[in-house]
């Protein structure tokens, strides 16, 4: 038996073939090496994310939550869930919070539920993978299958708005949360100071007002890079794509020339416990990671 | 008086054994401080070397000790021999704390060791040890002078802690302010609804407690004396004055509301619904829990409250301060309204908001009941139909046509201080007959005349002196509650704008510093700062010139003028800083352990070289009570500056006699660094004036440079607060490289 | 002006504090604001000129009853739901959920504006990942980029192909989800009748009318 089970909510994108597929690789990778059993939500659904505000309605939304929450109980009882994504982590904390102060809306819900034949009794705690890691594991143990220390990488922990806010990482700051960089010290990698590691990166906006975002995002690859950092980390998909794939795109319109591979903590992970490139879904990035990719061939 | 007899003890512990040549030091202390008794004690405040001392001052019958060992701050309880004239030469402090352990300064730091050991020999010689004031009070009755909040809270605090109070109210009834309101703010958990004010039991209390003696309609006719002797003319309206023996005073006379006449362009005098805040506890108390009605008998559908009429008002016109707790009251009775019919439409027009205490919980139960909250600036109440019309500028929607129509309009004006007679600028001492003016006019809502409230016999003026605004004048950092005039404490919004919750706290601190001061008048002993201080100041009166500058300037009013002209020194009412004896022309003023003579032999004890050997000597008169500590705390941070300073603590930058620094001038000293506290507006001076009066003296000291063609450089002003330590250092050596530039003073070797 | 907003006009005279504290999500804490203007300068859009009217002024407009002003400002879409003003609000209220409550029900009422693209987005992303239970990124994608119409989907097409390219190489994109393959849910029916109860539910809730 391994010595950790969740009720695994991947959530839409880290499907396979979806946008953050590699992190789904990484995390699987390094669920193994941590000896973390992690087993899919049957038939989980999609958590709304924040931009279905207006189209949902307040209901709707929590309802949707729900119905992982029926789901996990009863076919993973006991087990707390895990989101990787961050909008996933928020989207059902936000629901548990809000359906167990509110008798009224968990009613309704339950109500709605037994549309799908389906009721809840106890919603699970929800967590996200990196309270996995830290609270339930602890840096150290992080540190002991540790191969391959990342040394002389600097990466800038990109850290911004979902994780961190409103719920946040137990004990940590709004205004400068230092878990990602702990996580990055913990498998030998260099985490430089910046001062964007808690702004948003435009989130859906990206694709509504594309201008915006790319403002936002710009600055934060050029404080990283002005910080000397040769990577961006970070533990959300859409962090990680905003930042990624818009790069060409700001390249054009600002004249810059930015090319920073954007890496999921759990990549980092993977290659320090000596793990292949493939495993840490370092094929994954569009803009390639080759100083990592080097690193995991040696 | 029995012979004197002096002795000198050394201390060798702390390191002064390894940094300082002891033996040198009591051969000095024998052969040039010709003390008869010199002895050295590896620990000397320890019970061993405390027991020395005494077996010399019992069994060898020494009179007058110079201790030279550490700071006269430090060791104060081990060093307490009361019948013994003491002086400490602060060698550890003043001298190895404050010199690099190095061979090349050894030199400097010895001799500087040695000029203290001279010092303290000189000042104990000229020292007596104060006997204490025969002239003292006994009189352990508190009088109270208010009959509000705070006035009643002062006499239940002085009772309960066994004093007798008299209890002097100038309408018919206990409760001033507070018993016209409906409610008051909350003072309990969680703070969300206005609670009983709670007058009514506190006058049961009073009427109930034999210790306690109250006269209604009553005025202060005169107050003679001193504390612990005061005589009280109590004018009881429609009867004979009664004469009170009293011992300290509270002046607990409360506030005024601003006149809401003064603002008609907020619609008050143009509009009957258009209140002050006390006219809406008027109608809050009418309507008793039920829906609030205007004067018209039409229930109230719609108010809004103004905040800061005529207050925190930039243009000079009305008044430029906060009255602290309006706020909060407008909160409150929006409240009356939302608790009385939710549907009413209460908005309150701010510009900030400001909630003391818990306030912010009530705030956010306004918030919570519906009470709607803008920020904006009201230029015009008008009456339109049947309401009024506020316009406004919103300040966050900038929209300056912004406007609201209300039936009844709130105005919250602040308070005026009912602090009495402005004594600084009476241009004569007070006229015959403004007494009579006393008894009528201070009612709420007219124009209220400064009369006397206390009408003081004392030279200065009839009431205590004012600060800024009219409220009366105290420490505010160091003793909130003294007052200028010892044993007579200001309590509640006399002294500063506040509340009811904070006037109970304020007339509580009152009342105990009250108690302390009756019992230490009748001991002779001062009050702070010097608490405890036996001494006090006599004159010479054959020499004195009646100029009057002691009477004039005593920041405390201590000394009258008798009949013949002459001062007329009232100790009890002396807080001893000895700014009389600074301001002294002809110096006949002195105290038995401090004078013009115990600071001027050492100054003269200084060994000052000559000119060839290139070693200025800078005086530092540094104020005991911020300066003096700011060394001693250097050294403790082991912070070091120039072996070329001499210090002398004094009590007050008031009490430096120009004598001093002319006299240092002329035996040869380079240079004279006075340090004293901040003065002015927001001064720090522990004793108000002191430092003010003193720096006015000394900038005629320049007259006197010029007359000795000495440049203007050789007296440096320095304003030194107590959190000063590590910049003083600093500061000292660059005013000693700032000597040795300008060259050396031409006067040594006269 | 629509039925429903006549209706609600109607319904809440003259008091829209009322209106928004019964109606929007989380509207009863517009009351608690104390105008610090942190929640102002807090907002990443901000300094893009984005917020017409920030969240302090939205709330003072709310309390001085300007409806149609509030109900029809583009300001609320422009919410990145950062929850940078969530958690810096001294006063906690729950600034990006007001946001979003009161854009919705402006949504709801058809008086937000037409064509905003923050709203479109919002509208595509829920039909989209209502329709399966799982998000179709492809199809999304798509939506987003012929909203304002062939030949602009085909030009914002072309602008973003890198991109496109980009993730295609990286596996990260699945073309054939295009044409109905990828995630899905197993019991699409019960979560389409679950939410039609809920829909249900809440219109009786906020005493209004169901809508789509």
């Known amino acids: 038996m391994a010595r950790k089970e969740y009720a695994f909510y991947p959530g839409c994108s880290s499907q396979k073939g979806a946008s953050a597929s590699n992190y789904l690789t990484s995390v699987e990778s390094m669920c193994k090496t941590l000896d973390i059993k992690i087993t899919e939500i049957p038939d989980w659904n999609c958590c709304g994310a924040s931009i279905s505000y207006a189209e949902a309605g307040e209901l709707p939304r929590h309802v949707m939550n729900a119905r992982n929450f029926a789901l996990a109980e009863q076919h993973l009882p006991g087990q707390d869930i895990v989101a990787t994504c961050a909008a996933c982590w928020l989207g059902a904390r936000e629901s548990k919070e809000r359906l167990e102060h509110n008798s009224v809306l968990m009613a309704d819900t339950q109500e709605a539920l037994k549309e799908a034949g389906l009721q809840i009794k106890a919603i699970p705690e929800i967590k996200h993978m990196v309270e996995v890691l830290i609270e339930d594991l602890g840096y150290d143990e992080l540190k002991k299958p540790v191969k391959k220390p990342l040394e002389g990488m600097k990466f800038a922990g990109y850290v911004g708005c979902q994780t961190n806010r409103p719920f946040g990482i137990h004990g940590e700051s709004f205004e400068n949360p230092v878990y990602l960089d702990k996580l990055i010290e913990t498998v030998g990698g260099e985490a430089v100071p910046y001062d964007q590691k808690v702004t948003c990166c435009g989130g859906a906006l990206a694709f509504s007002e594309p201008d915006k975002a790319q403002a936002q995002i710009k600055d934060i690859i050029e404080s990283a ?33 930015f090319n920073m591979p954007v890496l999921y903590y759990s990549q980092l992970m993977v290659l320090a416990y000596g793990g292949t490139a493939k495993e840490a879904g370092l094929d994954g990035n569009v803009i390639r990671a080759r100083k990592l990719e080097e690193f995991a061939a040696k | 008086m ?5 002795a000198a003890y050394i201390c060798s512990g702390c390191g002064l054994g390894e940094r300082l040549d002891i033996a040198a030091l009591e051969a000095v202390a024998k052969k040039e401080g010709k003390m008869q008794v010199v002895r050295t004690h590896p620990f000397l405040c320890s019970e061993e070397g405390v027991a020395m001392i005494r077996a010399d001052i019992e069994g060898e019958g020494v009179t007058h000790a110079a201790i030279c060992a550490c700071s006269r701050r430090a060791k104060t309880e081990a060093f307490n021999f009361p019948t013994t004239a003491i002086s400490r030469g602060n060698l550890r402090e003043g001298v190895i704390w404050v010199r690099p352990d190095t061979e090349e300064a050894r030199e400097t730091t010895q001799e500087m060791a040695e000029d203290y050991v001279r010092m303290a020999c000189a000042e104990v010689k000229a020292m007596t040890q104060p006997a204490g004031n025969p002239n003292t009070g006994t009189n352990k009755t508190l009088m109270v002078v208010g009959g509000g909040i705070s006035g009643m809270t002062a006499a239940l605090e002085a009772s309960r802690a066994g004093y007798k109070v008299v209890l002097v109210e100038k309408t018919g009834s206990l409760g001033g302010w507070a018993a016209k309101l409906h409610r008051r703010v909350p003072t309990r958990e969680p703070f969300k609804s206005p609670e009983d004010t709670g007058v009514a039991d506190m006058v049961a209390q009073i009427e109930a407690d034999p210790n306690i003696k109250v006269y209604l309609n009553a005025t202060i006719a005169k107050t003679a004396g001193a504390p612990g002797r005061f ?18 005073i509270v002046q607990a006379t409360g506030f005024s509301l601003y006149d809401a006449n003064k603002l008609p362009h907020l619609g008050y005098g143009k509009s009957p619904h258009v209140v002050d805040q ?45 009255s602290g707790y309006c706020c909060n009251t407008s909160i409150k009775q929006a409240i009356y309204f939302k608790d009385a019919n939710p549907d009413v439409d209460t908005v309150v027009l701010f510009t900030d908001l400001r909630t003391p205490g818990n306030g912010e919980d009530f705030y956010r139960s306004a918030q919570n009941r519906g009470v709607i909250f803008s920020k904006g600036v009201v230029s015009e109440v008008v009456p339109s139909g049947d309401g009024l019309t506020v316009k406004f500028h919103d300040l966050i929607l900038d929209d300056k046509n912004a406007q609201i129509e209300a039936d009844l309009v709130v105005l919250a004006t602040g308070v005026v201080p009912n602090s009495g007679v402005n004594i600084d600028a009476l241009s004569a001492p007070q006229v015959e007959g403004q007494e009579a003016a006393g008894s009528e006019g201070t009612e709420t809502g007219g124009e209220v005349k400064p009369v006397s409230i206390l009408n003081l016999t004392y030279r200065q003026g009839p009431d205590i002196p004012q600060f800024k605004w009219g409220f009366t004048d105290s420490h505010f950092i160091c003793f909130p509650y003294e007052t200028r005039r010892t044993a007579i404490y200001a309590a509640g919004p006399v002294r500063r704008p506040m509340d009811i919750a904070q006037a109970i706290e304020d007339a509580t601190g009152a009342a105990m510093k009250a108690i302390q001061a ?15 201080d036996l001494s006090f100041p006599t004159a010479r009166l054959e020499g004195c010139t009646q100029c009057k500058r002691c009477t004039v300037e005593c920041p405390f009013g201590a000394i009258d003028e008798d009949e013949k002209r002459f001062p007329l020194f009232n100790e009890s009412r002396c807080r001893r800083c000895g700014t009389c004896m600074g301001a002294c022309p002809v110096r006949v003023i002195s105290f038995e352990n401090y004078s013009v003579n115990t600071v001027g032999a050492q100054i003269k004890a200084v060994n000052i ?67 004293g506290c901040k003065h002015g507006e927001d001064y720090q001076c522990h004793f108000v004036k002191g430092s003010e009066l003193g720096r006015y003296r000394m900038s005629k000291v320049y007259d006197t440079l010029k007359g000795m063609n000495l440049e203007p450089e050789r007296v440096l002003d320095l304003e030194v607060a107590i959190t000063d330590l590590h910049t003083l250092p600093k500061k000292i050596d660059e005013y000693t490289a700032k000597i040795q530039e300008i060259g050396l003073s031409p006067f040594k070797g006269f | 002006m629509s039925n429903a907003n006549q209706a609600m006009a109607a319904r809440y005279k003259n008091n829209f504090l009322k209106e928004i504290e019964e109606q929007a999500e989380m509207g009863e804490w517009v009351k608690m604001c104390m105008q610090c203007g942190v929640c102002s300068g807090s907002c990443p859009t901000n300094f893009h000129s984005g917020w017409e009217h920030p969240p302090q002024e939205i709330f003072m407009m709310i309390r001085a009853g300007k409806r149609e002003e509030v109900l029809t400002s583009p300001s609320m879409w422009m919410c990145t739901s950062c929850y940078n003003c969530y ?9 990006t959920h007001i946001m979003h409550g009161i854009a919705e029900y402006a949504y709801r009422l058809g008086l937000a504006p037409k064509m905003q693209p923050t709203l479109h987005l919002s509208q595509t992303f829920w039909r989209n990942c209502t329709k ?18 062939f030949m602009a989907g085909i030009k914002k097409g072309l602008e973003m192909k890198d991109v496109a390219l980009g993730l295609i190489k990286a596996k990260r994109l699945n073309i054939l989800e295009a044409l109905g393959f990828g995630h899905k849910c197993k019991d699409q029916q019960g979560i389409q009748k679950m939410l039609a109860k809920a829909r249900e539910l809440e219109a009786k809730r906020k005493n209004r009318q169901v809508t789509a």
């Open chain 2, 609 to 675: 070289p000559d000119e060839f050997e290139n070693k200025p000597r800078i005086l530092i008169l540094a104020c005991e009570n911020d300066a003096y500590p700011a060394l001693d705390m250097a050294a403790l941070n082991r912070n070091c500056y120039s072996a070329f300073v001499r210090a002398i603590p004094v009590r007050c930058l008031g009490s430096v006699n120009t004598i001093w620094i002319t006299d240092a001038l002329n035996s040869g000293y380079d240079g004279v660094m006075l340090m």
């Open chain 2, 231 to 248: 005589k009280v003319d109590i004018a009881v309206e429609s009867g004979p004055t009664v004469t009170e023996d009293i011992g300290a």
């Open chain 2, 278 to 322: 006390s006219g809406l506890e008027a109608l809050a108390r009418a309507a008793n829990g039920g829906v609030i009605k205007r004067a018209d008998g039409k229930e109230v559908k719609s108010v809004v409250f103004v905040q800061c009429a005529g207050q925190r008002d930039a243009s000079g016109e009305h008044l430029p301060y906060c």
């Open chain 3, 132 to 149: 399966t239970g799982r998000v179709n990124e492809v199809k999304l994608t798509q939506a987003l980029y012929f909203k304002d119409g």
């Open chain 2, 518 to 532: 009756m019992e230490n008048a009748g001991l002779g002993r001062a009050a702070h700062p010097r608490s405890g």
């Open chain 1, 225 to 257: 890079y002005d910080n000397g950092a040769e990577m961006l980390v970070t533990p959300c998909p859409l962090c990680q794509a905003n930042t990624e794939i818009y790069q060409s795109q700001i390249n054009k319109k600002y004249g810059t020339k």
């Open chain 2, 2 to 6: 029995s012979e004197k007899k002096h």
């Open chain 3, 87 to 95: 958690v810096r609000c001294p006063r906690k209220l729950p600034i």
